[in-house]
């Protein structure tokens, strides 16, 4: 008869993996909710479709490399990479390009490399910049928030949309589409416009909006909707922390070191850097810190080392976004740290019990 052993560790862990990525999926719910009041139904349909690619993927590459399915689909690892590729995907987008990402995220980058526990990338973010350098359309066609949107769809139009690329009579895609917040941002600072100048054409209360017909863009602290999104991963994310699923040192430090070089930016130009809240509440940078640097596999092992490999991601986001091409630079941001996770760890080892510092 033949035997099965898993890969080390064997010795039986307070916590199953299983459990820990339900936890993951439960403390996604906040952030989701929020996401489908403001984007509307294509984030259901968006991360539906992602996780039953995900499962069909990962059932397929598990036969083809004779491994138990029940086993390793049970730990949940493929629904949480499809759920975080899903919710980093715009609302709208077609069904194809979800299923292609799933494809690169959970065939290439991680069951070729050997499965959970062996991949040496995020499997969502590869996944995610493989879609936005092939298909940069699609990728950057976000929705307005539901309340200033010109049409606002049903379940029903919108997935008609998704699956055929059908619009409802009289709409065009153009009309339903706008620039993201960071996107508005960054492009109206590269025309030499100031912050104020931009926010007060592009931040106006809700009635002298609608008297002009502008989109307020911006909201308090961040995009409109986008806040309640971030303060939505945020929450979740802190009950993760609370629940011990996840360490504190890389989303602090991320979160700490964008709010400290953005901070020292707009203290210095205020006038051309926008302020340290609105990076932090912009685009998807809780979901970042808290659901996909957090990667156990990915990230860096030591305690030390999770802030150097946070910090690292919280400054690289930064930089990207002020001076890439990219308005929102999480997925690229995490990839690169991703590279150096090995040097991180071997530089900055736990000291052995019972051996002195070198």
């Not at 092939?134 to 949107?149: A, G, R």
């Not at 997935?159 to 993201?180: K, M, N, S």
């Not at 945020?234 to 709010?259: C, D, N």
């Not at 990207?320 to 999480?330: N, T």
Request: glycine content about 10%; charged content about 10%.
């Amino acid at each position: 008869m033949p035997l099965t052993t898993s890969s080390s560790p064997h010795t039986r862990a307070p916590a199953s993996v299983t459990a820990v990525m339900l936890q993951v999926l439960l403390a996604l719910v906040p952030g989701i909710v929020a996401y489908v009041w403001f984007f509307g139904w294509g984030v259901i349909i968006n991360i539906t479709i992602a996780a039953a690619a995900a499962v069909a993927a990962e059932s397929v590459m598990l036969m083809i490399r004779r491994r138990p399915l029940r086993q390793y689909l049970g730990d949940c690892s493929a629904l949480v990479t499809a759920l975080l590729l899903g919710l980093a995907l715009p609302p709208l987008s077609p069904w194809w390009l979800t299923v292609i990402g799933v494809f690169f995220a959970i065939v290439i980058a991680k069951q070729l490399y050997g499965g959970l526990g062996f991949n040496p990338f995020n499997p969502a973010m590869v996944g995610y910049v493989v879609l936005l350098v092939s298909f940069p359309v699609e990728m950057t066609s976000w929705l307005p928030i539901s309340t200033f949107s010109s049409y606002e769809m049903n379940f029903a139009e919108t997935a008609a949309f998704i699956f055929g690329g059908q619009l409802p009579p009289g709409i065009t895609f153009d009309a339903l589409t706008e620039a993201t917040p960071l996107d508005t941002l960054k492009n109206n600072l590269g025309q030499g416009n100031t912050v104020a100048e931009i926010r007060a054409q592009l931040g106006l209360d809700d009635v002298t909006s609608l008297l002009l017909s502008v989109i307020p863009i911006f909201g308090a602290i961040g995009g409109k909707g986008w806040e309640w999104v971030n303060a939505g991963f945020l929450l979740g994310g802190l009950w993760l922390m609370y629940r011990k699923i996840i360490g504190w040192q890389i989303p602090v430090a991320m979160l700490g070191a964008l709010a400290l070089i953005s901070g020292a930016f707009a203290f210095y130009d205020p006038e051309h850097h926008a302020s340290p809240l609105f990076h932090l509440f912009s685009g998807s940078v809780m979901l970042g810190a808290f659901f996909i640097a957090t990667d156990p596999v990915t990230a860096a092992a030591s305690p030390t080392g999770r802030l150097v490999y946070g910090a690292g991601i919280g400054i690289l986001v930064y930089v990207i976004r002020v001076l890439g091409g990219y308005p929102d630079s999480i997925a690229f941001s995490v990839l690169l740290m991703n590279m150096v996770v090995p040097i991180i760890d071997d530089h900055f080892k736990p000291r052995v019990f019972g051996h002195g510092r070198k």
